[in-house]
């Protein structure tokens, strides 16, 4: 089974704060996803990743950015957290295989507040 | 740009029930399409998929087929049970690069 497990399933930062997002999946997925789920809004892709150091920017990037040293971690970071970023965050991953079906392995997601 | 639609929710039925949740998408070549489901306090888990006009995905009692002449992929389910009280989420998979694109999400609450 495929696991995607996220660092932490709550956290409150302060207004300002530079906050780190973990990922860390273990089935050597090339592609690594960060969404933010808000109500009324479902998922929003942030940013991903398709190979260790490259990155593309999702949907809602302003405010994020992230880092792939190493294949299996993908990082989410703010690097002045606003209260507008409070939020769930959800990590995934797939495997890249071209012409097949692959869906997307979810984490648990961290449910981030900025006071 | 591609999108998902989904029914608005919260959608609340009775134990053994039927279940319609309707998707209807927009995209341009051919996506594959999916459901997912998020149970309280959890990511998301691959309820079903499909990857070409008139296909069935199935998977736990729910069923979803790939209609490309009207671009939807309803999920039904013949029975609901409590157990399936949980947010679905409608997405598709664009046919370039390995975006996915997701609808709002549909709350299903069932009643004992």
């Known amino acids: 089974d495929v696991k995607v497990t996220q660092s932490s399933r709550y956290l409150v930062k302060r207004t300002g704060e530079k906050v780190f997002l973990e990922c860390v999946q273990d089935?050597?997925?090339?592609?690594m996803f960060w969404y933010r789920q808000d109500p009324g809004l479902g998922l929003r892709l942030i940013y991903f990743?398709?190979?260790?150091?490259?990155?593309e920017k999702g949907d809602i990037p302003e405010g994020y950015s992230v880092s792939r040293e190493k294949k299996e971690r993908f990082s989410l970071i703010l690097e002045s957290a606003s209260t507008n970023q409070t939020s769930m965050y959800l990590c995934?991953?797939?495997?890249?295989?071209?012409?097949?079906?692959?869906?997307?392995?979810f984490g648990d997601g961290t449910r981030l507040s900025i006071l | 740009g591609d999108s998902v639609t989904q029914m608005e929710g919260p959608v609340t039925l009775s134990e053994e029930a039927f279940l319609t949740i309707n998707c209807t998408y927009t995209a341009t070549g051919y996506p594959s399409l999916f459901w997912y489901v998020q149970y309280p306090g959890e990511g998301l888990q691959l309820l079903l998929k499909?990857?070409?006009?008139?296909d069935k995905g199935s998977n736990k009692g729910f069923e979803a087929t790939y209609r490309k002449e009207t671009t939807s992929f309803h999920l039904e389910k013949g029975s609901v049970q409590v157990s399936d009280s949980a947010v679905y989420f409608c997405a598709l998979k664009r046919n370039y690069g390995q975006n996915f694109v997701f609808g709002p999400g549909t709350r299903l609450s069932v009643l004992p």
């Open positions: 990743s398709y190979d260790v150091k490259m990155k």
């Open positions: 499909a990857t070409k006009a008139d």
């Open positions: 089935m050597d997925h090339e592609n």
């Open positions: 995934a991953s797939s495997f890249e295989g071209i012409g097949r079906l692959q869906p997307q392995h």
